[in-house]
C-alpha cells in the first residue's frame, strides 16, 4: 500500500501543471510573415512521465501550433484590409453624380472629370463657336451638378426684304423667332412656327405686319399687311389699277412700315404734227466779186417733219407733251451764197477828195449799223436797200463793213453827186 501510494505522489509530482491563459509563458522565434513559426514551451513539472501528462503536453503543442498558423494569415489579410480601406476612400470622394442634358435630352451620370470641359471630352461631345455650355468649360465639377449643351443652328433669314446670316440654339422656328427678337404676330412665314431646325439649319423668310397708306382717287386708305410687294398691298387694300394708272414708287417694291403710297390715274392720247426742218447755208468764196459782197445763187428751202406726242393727264391735270417719234416728210435744201474775196478799191476817180467823214457824221452819227426810225434807210450813209443793191451790195448797208459802205458812197456820188443827201450834202465840200 505504502509503495503504491509513494507511486501515486510521485506520479502526481511528475504531472504538468497546467496554468491559466494569460499566465501561460511561451518563447518563439519571429521570422517573416510568410515563414513565422512559433514554438511554445510550456512549463513542464519535473519528474513528469505519466501517461496522462503526455496527453495533456501534446493537446498543449498543438493548440500552441494553431494559434500561430492563425497569426500567421492574419497579418497578410489585414495589410491588405487596410490598403483596400484607404484606396476605397479616395475612389469615393472623387466620383461625381452629375446631369448632363445635351440639345434638350438629358442623363445622369457618374464621372472622374475634375471641368466640365473635360466631361464633354469624356462623353464624345463635340461644341463649336455658336453652341452654349452652362456652366462654362473651364468651371469645375462637383457631385450634383447641371451642365446644359444647346447646340447652335444656322438660320438663311429673309426678314422683310433684308436676307442675312443668323445663328440660334433654338429647336424649332417659334423658338428661334423669340430668341432673334422678331415680332411674329401677324407676320407671314415661309415654315410653319412648328417646324423643327435640324443641326444644318434652314431658310426663313419672314414679313411683319406692317402700315401702309394709299392715296387714290381722292381718299386715303390705311391697311395693315405683310404683303410682298406694293402690288399685292394695293390688292389687299381693294384699289385696282388699269390702264395707263401707276403708283409713286414700283408696284414690285418691298412695302416699309408707315409708308405712303400715291395711286397715278393716268389717261393719254397721242398727237402728229407737222414742222418744219431749218435749212442749212451753202457759203462759197468768190474771187470775181468784191470782198464784203454776197450773191444768193439758190434759195434755202426748209424740210418737213412729222412728230408724234403722248399727250397725258395724271389726276385730271394735263402733262406736258413727250415727244414719241418723228418721220421725215421732205428734206430740206440748202442756200447757196457766193461770198466775193476781191480787195475793194482804195478809191474812186472824181470821190476820193470829198469829206466822206462829215458826211456819215451828219447822215447816221458815224454809226455803220444805223438804221432810221422807220427801218429803211441804214448803214454810215443812209442807203436804201434798193440803192444799196443797185451798187453791188448784198443784203442792207448796215451790215456791210464800213470800208465798203464808203466804196459804195463814193460810187453813188460819182453816178448822182451829192442829191442823194438833201440835207447833208453840202458837208461833203467842207
Avoid at 436804201?384 to 448797208?397: E, K, N, Y
Amino acid at each position: 500500500m505504502s509503495t503504491s501510494q509513494g507511486s501515486h505522489r510521485a506520479g502526481r509530482r511528475g504531472a504538468a501543471v497546467t496554468l491559466p491563459v494569460h499566465e501561460q509563458q511561451t518563447q518563439a522565434v519571429t521570422l517573416p510573415i510568410h515563414e513565422q513559426q512559433t514554438q511554445v514551451a510550456p512549463l513542464v513539472v519535473p519528474g513528469q512521465g505519466s501517461r496522462a501528462g503526455s496527453r495533456r503536453a501534446a493537446r498543449r503543442r498543438k493548440a500552441a501550433g494553431s494559434a500561430a498558423e492563425g497569426l500567421r494569415r492574419l497579418v497578410p489579410q489585414a495589410l491588405v484590409v487596410a490598403f483596400l480601406a484607404g484606396g476605397t476612400s479616395a475612389f469615393v470622394a472623387d466620383d461625381k453624380a452629375v446631369r448632363l442634358s445635351v440639345d434638350g435630352v438629358p442623363r445622369t451620370l457618374h464621372t472622374f472629370a475634375d471641368d466640365v470641359h473635360e466631361l464633354l471630352a469624356d462623353e464624345g461631345v463635340a461644341v463649336g463657336a455658336h453652341d452654349i455650355v452652362a456652366p462654362a468649360p473651364a468651371e469645375a465639377l462637383a457631385s450634383g451638378d447641371e451642365i446644359v449643351v444647346r447646340y447652335g443652328r444656322p438660320v438663311a433669314l429673309t426678314l422683310d426684304g433684308q436676307r442675312r446670316q443668323v445663328w440660334t440654339t433654338a429647336r424649332t422656328v417659334e423658338g428661334a423667332l423669340r430668341q432673334l427678337g422678331v415680332r411674329a404676330e401677324g407676320a407671314y412665314l415661309s415654315v410653319s412656327r412648328g417646324a423643327a431646325i435640324s443641326r444644318q439649319g434652314l431658310a426663313l423668310d419672314v414679313r411683319t405686319e406692317r402700315t401702309i397708306t394709299f392715296l387714290a382717287d381722292g381718299r386715303e386708305r390705311t391697311v395693315r399687311t405683310n404683303a410682298a410687294t406694293i402690288r399685292e398691298a394695293l390688292a389687299e387694300a381693294g384699289i385696282t389699277l388699269s390702264g395707263q394708272d401707276a403708283t409713286s414708287v414700283a408696284p414690285g417694291s418691298f412695302p416699309r412700315d408707315g409708308q405712303t403710297v400715291n395711286v397715278l390715274r393716268i389717261t393719254g392720247s397721242k398727237q402728229v404734227r407737222e414742222e418744219a426742218i431749218p435749212y442749212a447755208v451753202e457759203r462759197v468764196r468768190d474771187p470775181e466779186l468784191f470782198a464784203g459782197t454776197e450773191v444768193v445763187e439758190r434759195q434755202g428751202v426748209h424740210g418737213v417733219r412729222r412728230v408724234t406726242y403722248s399727250l397725258r393727264s395724271v389726276n385730271g391735270v394735263k402733262q406736258k407733251p413727250r415727244r414719241t417719234g418723228e418721220e421725215i416728210v421732205r428734206e430740206p435744201v440748202s442756200r447757196k451764197v457766193r461770198v466775193g474775196t476781191r480787195p475793194l478799191p482804195t478809191s474812186v476817180a472824181g470821190a476820193d477828195g470829198l469829206d466822206w467823214g462829215a458826211l456819215a457824221a451828219c447822215e447816221s452819227g458815224g454809226r455803220p449799223n444805223a438804221v432810221d426810225p422807220s427801218g429803211t434807210y441804214g448803214g454810215l450813209y443812209q442807203f436804201d436797200p434798193g440803192t444799196w443793191r443797185s451798187l453791188g451790195g448784198s443784203g442792207v448797208a448796215q451790215n456791210a463793213p464800213a470800208a465798203e459802205q464808203t466804196f459804195r458812197a463814193k460810187k453813188l456820188y460819182v453816178q448822182r453827186g451829192a442829191s442823194p443827201w438833201p440835207h447833208c450834202g453840202r458837208r461833203l465840200h467842207g
